[in-house]
């Protein structure tokens, strides 16, 4: 097999596939290089970062606990700055949940074992606003969908989607095969997207997401006439919801993302291979997709996902006006520990809390296990929870502005 390898390794290189640097090293050696060969990576090349998702055990289940068993006990150590996705329950009040403690037991071991590899607890998929935040042009090992989608797009840096442990191999390598979004031409713009709205709503951001999803497949969009005035929640509502639904790692946005300062440069001097038009009736037609129904009981509102900012939350606060959640109805708001604990501070949390809001720390409806929970039917604002409510929840899912979201939790019913 050796005879066939393209990749080419340098001498410390050679020196970890060969176990002199441990077997760690080797075995994170060993599953890079049968990757890069596999896929026609040319070198391995240095990382800044990685982020990891086999920090949730709905992901990693009992083997992911074996693996990084076998990790600690021969001594692995990430060597870049590394951040975890959700776990699977809320690490400090997962018993306030229908959690089985012996599913929580399981959860907080892998979280121990993440530690012990430094990998730090964030336990949240939007590391990249304050904790763990690349450069322009650096290449990452990230493997979290929409993080992948927003460091490539809004940063600029470089990262393929990867699975599980190939993440985290990188991690402690270091390194990462050179394929992929990793160079240059591969991030080439290749479908020029012309919004045509008089407005684009809060709203709009996870519709176009879901366009852009299901109609690019692995080609990269340019976006062309897009508003001026975007904030950061508005564009992780984009790249979550094309890579929930389809293979969307990277978008460019004219004059504003990084590697699209003109058309010109988006397109490396080429043409467009396809242009097309987005207007109201397109996002329409998106949106009637998103939900498996329209309107009804609704018996579960979630919020943040991808997780929640502090200033989403606020907005939340403020459309309750005071008023509470319907009885019966589950509302969440799914956040990392960090924002929970600025809430904490402002009083947001205390004042979510009287309306009757859960907010849930270091998962989120996707990571947690709430199949056979029961409910029937999940309102949200999200494109990428719309996606998997179906699946991971087992109930109806209807799309819906923030408005609208919170207007459901108080009626208990969507209109
Ligand atoms: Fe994050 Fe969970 Fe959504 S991991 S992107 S809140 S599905």
């Known amino acids: 097999m050796e005879g066939l390898r393209h990749l080419f390794l340098n001498k410390e290189e050679e020196a970890d596939l060969r176990g002199d640097h441990g077997e760690a090293r080797r075995i994170a050696m060993s599953v890079l290089t049968k990757l890069g060969d596999s896929l026609g990576a040319d070198k391995l090349i240095p ?23 076998r990790l600690v006990s021969l001594g692995a150590k990430c060597s870049v700055p590394t951040t975890s996705d959700p776990a699977a329950i809320d690490l400090q009040n997962w018993m306030d949940l229908r959690i089985p403690e012996e599913y929580a037991r399981k959860q907080l071991r892998l979280a121990e074992l993440l530690n012990r590899l430094d990998v730090a607890p964030t336990f949240t998929c939007t590391p990249y606003h304050n904790i763990n935040v690349p450069k322009f042009g650096e290449h990452v090992a990230w493997s979290e969908s929409n993080a992948v989608a927003y460091v490539n797009s809004i940063y600029g840096a470089r990262t393929n989607r990867y699975p599980a442990y190939v993440d985290l191999f990188a991690a402690i390598l270091g390194k990462i095969p050179r394929f992929g979004l990793h160079l240059t031409e591969n991030r080439k713009g290749k479908v020029l997207v012309k919004l045509d709205l008089a407005h684009v709503l809060d709203s709009d951001y996870p519709i176009l997401g879901t366009y852009l999803g299901l109609e690019m497949g692995e080609r990269v969009p340019v976006i062309t006439n897009f508003p001026k005035e975007v904030t950061g929640d508005q564009l992780k509502a984009i790249g979550a919801a094309g890579a929930a639904v389809g293979a969307l790692s990277l978008y460019h946005i004219e004059g504003f993302t990084p590697e699209a300062r003109t058309l010109e440069e988006a397109f490396q001097g080429d043409e467009p291979e396809e242009k097309i038009a987005v207007d109201r009736s397109t996002l329409q037609n998106v949106r009637d997709k998103m939900s498996t129904v329209t309107s009804g009981d609704v018996d579960i509102v979630a919020f943040g996902c991808p997780h929640a900012s502090i200033f989403q939350m606020r907005k939340i606060l403020d459309l309750f006006k005071g008023r509470r959640v319907k009885k019966g109805v589950e509302c969440w708001i799914c956040t990392n520990r960090l924002t929970k604990s600025l809430a904490d501070d402002i009083g947001y949390s205390e004042r979510l809390s009287s309306s009757g809001v859960r907010i849930i720390c270091d998962t989120c409806c996707n990571d947690a296990p709430i199949k056979g929970w029961g409910f029937k039917t999940m309102a949200t604002d999200s ?27 108080v009626r208990g019913e969507f209109e």
């Open 383 to 409: 494109g990428k929870f719309a996606r998997y409510a179906p699946i991971n929840a087992d109930a109806d899912v209807v799309y819906g502005s923030t408005e609208e979201c919170v207007e459901s939790a």
């Open 47 to 69: 990382i800044g970062s990685a982020h990891v998702v086999e920090s949730s055990y709905q992901v990693a289940c009992d083997a992911g606990i074996e693996i990084l068993e």
